[in-house]
Nanobody, 115 residues
């Protein structure tokens, strides 16, 4: 069973940066999709960015130019570099992976952007 554990969240001031990491363990099949989602209080979970195994990426309009997603296929790890953070980026950030054997979600890491 694939397990995902996010790390790197925390409290940061507006304009600051954070880097989230999410390694996948227990992988016994090819993971073709990895992504970051977020859920703010009182809102639905939404896609932030995702990356396919061939490196193609996709971003939500709200984070384009500020966030960068990347993955290390050898380590089955996905990263999210977040720059120029805004208070509206405050949310719990979740890692998601899908492959030929199914999908999995992490438990989430809280990102708080506040002065």
């Amino acid at each position: 069973q694939v397990q995902l554990v996010e790390s790197g969240g925390g409290l940061v001031q507006p304009g600051g940066s954070l880097r989230l990491s999410c390694p996948a363990s227990g992988v016994r099949f090819s993971i073709y999709y990895m992504g970051w989602y977020r859920q703010a209080p009182g809102k639905q979970r939404e896609l932030v960015a995702d990356v396919l195994v061939d490196g193609r990426t996709n971003y939500a309009d709200s984070v384009k130019g500020r966030f960068t997603i990347s993955r290390d296929n050898a380590k089955n790890t996905v990263y999210l570099q977040m720059n120029s953070l805004k208070p509206e980026d405050t949310a719990v950030y979740y890692c998601h992976a899908r492959g030929s054997g199914g999908g999995a979600w992490g438990q989430g890491t809280l990102v708080t952007v506040s002065s």
